[in-house]
């Protein structure tokens, strides 16, 4: 492996920045409410994943390709995108409205995707009490046009900034709208099976362990921090204290996740990113 290979971002980038941040657990868990709202690519999933059965595995297989993309290697990160690109290419889904048969690579997927996810991450982020500067925030959205090249698309055609996902938002509007799907994969979400292990309690005869209560926090944040026009698809939830309950929750789990232990807030992948980065730098100077 190469010690002087940074990776897509490095250091001295606002993606490095945002990803320092534990708090983005709540963040990958708004986007997949977000996603959820668009048809297409919600039959796309439903047709393609077991996530159902699954859930757990899945979270951990998409927490380790964002991971590998924000820390890893040029090349690790490359060979994920390739390995990415090579499943989503032989998988097609049913248009639940027209019967259409369509690609789950289309450009407008991923593009959806894409933008529900880093638009998610660095919303998340600054709601939760990380300084960040209105050119920073741009920086990350133009950053992180690398990742969308990693799935297929084109740089060029991906929103750079928070005006473009503004309007990319306004013009994606239309087509959003909430299916039977939807509802079921949102209250999946919001109260997915526990693994056993963390399920004990409530095998003994506890109502609800305190792992599922738990996560019924995390989720309702991560509902409380979505889009106030997001909100309204699932049901006139955005009522004027939510937003305003969601942004103190999250920056007092912000406050809880930074008095961890380093090696419990930061993955595998990110120790040895700032490994090589310290080496670097030691090297450099």
Do not use: C
Not at 83 to 93: D, E, G
């Amino acid at each position: 492996m190469d010690t002087d290979d940074l990776g897509l971002f490095g250091p001295g980038s606002v993606t490095w920045k945002v990803h320092d941040e534990p708090v983005l657990i709540v963040a990958g868990l708004r986007s997949l409410y977000l996603q959820a709202l668009h048809p297409r690519a919600m039959a796309g999933v439903a047709q393609n994943s077991n996530y159902r059965a699954d859930a757990w595995g899945r979270l951990v297989r998409t927490a380790t390709y964002v991971g590998t993309v924000i820390y890893g290697t040029t090349a690790e990160a490359e060979a994920a995108g390739r390995r990415l690109r090579i499943l989503h290419a032989r998988m097609r889904a049913t248009d639940p409205a027209t019967g259409e048969e369509f690609r789950i690579d289309e450009p407008d997927l991923l593009r959806w995707v894409h933008v529900t996810e880093v638009e998610s991450f660095v919303s998340t982020a600054r709601r939760a009490g990380l300084s960040l500067t209105d050119a920073e925030v741009d920086g990350y959205y133009d950053e992180q046009r690398r990742a969308a090249a990693l799935v297929g698309l084109d740089p060029a055609d991906v929103p750079g900034s928070a005006a473009e996902v503004a309007d990319y938002y306004r013009a994606v509007r239309p087509e959003l709208r909430m299916t039977r799907e939807a509802a079921e994969t949102a209250l999946f979400l919001t109260a997915p099976p526990i693994p056993w292990k963390l399920s004990l309690p409530a095998r003994l005869g506890v109502s609800l362990g305190p792992p599922r209560w738990a996560y019924l926090g995390v989720a309702g944040t991560a509902l409380g921090l979505l889009p106030p026009w997001a909100l309204r698809l699932y049901g006139g939830l955005g009522l004027p204290t939510t937003a305003l309950s969601a942004d103190l929750s999250v920056r007092a789990l912000r406050l809880v996740l930074a008095a961890l232990p380093r090696n419990w807030r930061e993955g595998p992948l990110q120790q040895a990113a700032k490994e090589r980065a310290a080496r670097f730098t030691a090297t450099a100077g």
